[in-house]
């Protein structure tokens, strides 16, 4: 490529915090639930970059016709591809992208099309470098350029800004079917590529209560590795939504005792690990059926299509609490409507 910066270009990165910073010199972003993506247009080039330096152009041919269909011939822009199903972003439909044939990526790209959101440019539309320049003048240059070159109702979307912290605060409290968070970066630092100098991530914590329907041993390991959480849906069906592997090193041999006294199948009676999926491997497999006697709270950020998305914390047991008490119901209730939405 002929452009001042090619990939892979470590993206900016972001450090999680547990509260908005606030100030004069910050400004706030939604974090949108999608994939981080470096966009490189070159002429007739144009490269997609995943966070870890991977290209992700073969995935998402919608967006690499989106991009190459714009005037300019020449630019760098960070954002995020997001996939709108309803009134939610699937993440699930993201990761079906990835490894399948290109006729079915083809297919999904028809079916479920994914969109680009921006939120930084990095190079300008006649190839000059801004990566040395303020936050703050870099907004000004992707404004005008999303104002000049997007067109209305398309599938690319300037991320919304603002420097107020009551709206960023109240975007926090709106996370669920849309935004992962919120995002607050340096207005007066420059691009800081592969660092987290400047960036700050902020995520709603919640809490739920969990069966442990399975363990995992660790890697290599006879002592137990992670537990596996589960809640009932509404038939009774016990799925598992999730795992916790923040265990203390010196209560693993003694939990991995009480835990093996318990090992009976099924374990979880809907949506087991390892499973039928892309992402199964032989480690997936490797579980252990617990009876359903016990209860822990476990703290989470995110919750979507019927599991949470991260690993959670093990904040304490719960033997006050029946499993047949941990149910989808809370969870699912929490998720609501996000005040910002990508039309």
Known sequence: MSLPIAPPYPPMEALLVEKVPEGADWQYEPKWDGFRCLVFRDGEKVELQSKSGQPLARYFPEVVENVRALKPSSFVLD???????????????????IHPAESRVRKLAQEFPAMLVVFDILVDEKGNPLIGETLAARRKKLEAFAGRYFPS???????????NAADAKMWLAGVGLTLDGVVAKRLDLSYQSGNR????????????DCVVGGFRYGTGS????????????KEGLLHHVGFCSTIKAGERPE???RLKALIAPPGFTGRAPGGPSRWSTERTGEWE??????VVEARYDHFSQGRFRHGTKLLRWRPDKLPRQCTMDPVEKRKKPSPLSLK
Do not use: N, W
Request: proline share 5%; hydrophobic share 45%.
């Open 79 to 97: 954002g995020e591809i997001v996939i709108p199903v309803g009134k939610e972003l699937s993440f699930d439909d993201l990761l079906q992208r």
């Open 222 to 233: 006879k002592v137990v590795g992670s537990l596996l959480l589960g809640l009932y849906d």
């Open 153 to 163: 109702g398309s599938a690319l979307v300037l991320s919304p800004a603002t420097t």
């Open 197 to 208: 100098t400047g960036m700050q991530k902020i995520k709603l914590m919640r809490t739920a």
């Open 289 to 294: 059926p617990l009876k359903t006697s016990l």
């Open 255 to 257: 939990l991995t005792r």
